[in-house]
């Protein structure tokens, strides 16, 4: 089975500062990993996705992930943030053939002060 | 393109009453998921619908079950509410069973509280 940590449950950052948000998985066969977005009140709407090739993975809005398999982990990056980059951060893991679900982590909170 | 949508947006019950949520995929997809979001615990997986027939659940118990129509909407139900299921429930859909790209669709959820 798979599994997603997400180690930090709120992460608030400055406007424009950089920001890196964690997360590792757990699995014994080779997998997909996606970093999903939710803002206030709305449904998750998909960041990026790794299923194969370059580790460095650009996505949506300024943000890229790097997989890193030697350390199991798939963590979200920003060079610099905006005001409009509150929302919680979903990572997810589902195993790359034979997939039933997808697995999330608890999720990151990003808080962005002015 | 429609994305999916669930009704309704909210839904507020007492317990021990039953609760009914409705989903339409994407156009074309044929998988529907189900997901409690409950405050503080993250997404959790409830069901899977493919072609019309349950192919997996997540650990939750009878009481929470569903179904997918042949136009590939999907229902859940829930029966003898308990105040814990208070949650917003998330449907998404796949183009695929067998998530061969991995990517989930997801609607804007629907907020059931029981009092």
């Known amino acids: 089975a798979q599994s997603v940590t997400q180690l930090d449950s709120q992460v608030p950052v400055f406007e424009e500062a950089p920001v890196e948000l964690r997360c590792n998985y757990s699995?014994?066969?080779?997998?997909?990993l996606f970093w999903y977005v939710q803002y206030p009140n709305q449904g998750l709407q998909l960041l990026l996705k790794y299923l194969s090739g370059s580790t460095l993975v650009k996505g949506i809005n300024g943000f890229e992930a790097e997989f890193n398999k030697s350390q199991t982990s798939f963590h979200l990056r920003k060079p610099s943030v905006h005001i409009s980059d509150t929302a919680e951060y979903f990572c997810?893991?589902?195993?790359?053939?034979?997939?039933?679900?997808?697995?999330f982590g608890q999720g990151t909170r990003l808080t962005i002060n002015p | 393109e429609a994305g999916v949508t669930q009704s309704p947006t909210h839904l507020i019950k007492t317990r021990g009453q039953q609760a009914t949520l409705r989903c339409s995929p994407i156009?074309?997809?044929?998988?529907v998921y189900w997901y409690q979001q409950a405050l503080g615990l993250g997404l959790q997986f409830l069901l899977w619908y493919d072609e019309g027939e349950e192919r997996n659940r997540g650990n939750f118990p009878p009481r929470f079950s569903g179904r997918q129509f042949p136009n590939y909407s999907s229902e859940l139900n829930v029966n003898a509410l308990e105040l814990e299921d208070s949650a917003l429930y998330l449907c998404?859909?796949?183009?695929?069973?067998?998530?061969?790209?991995?990517?989930?669709?997801f609607g804007e959820g629907s907020r059931l509280t029981v009092l």
């Open positions: 998404a859909s796949s183009l695929d069973g067998a998530l061969n790209t991995g990517e989930l669709f």
């Open positions: 699995s014994s066969v080779s997998v997909y």
């Open positions: 156009s074309g997809h044929t998988s």
């Open positions: 997810a893991v589902t195993r790359s053939w034979g997939a039933q679900k997808l697995v």
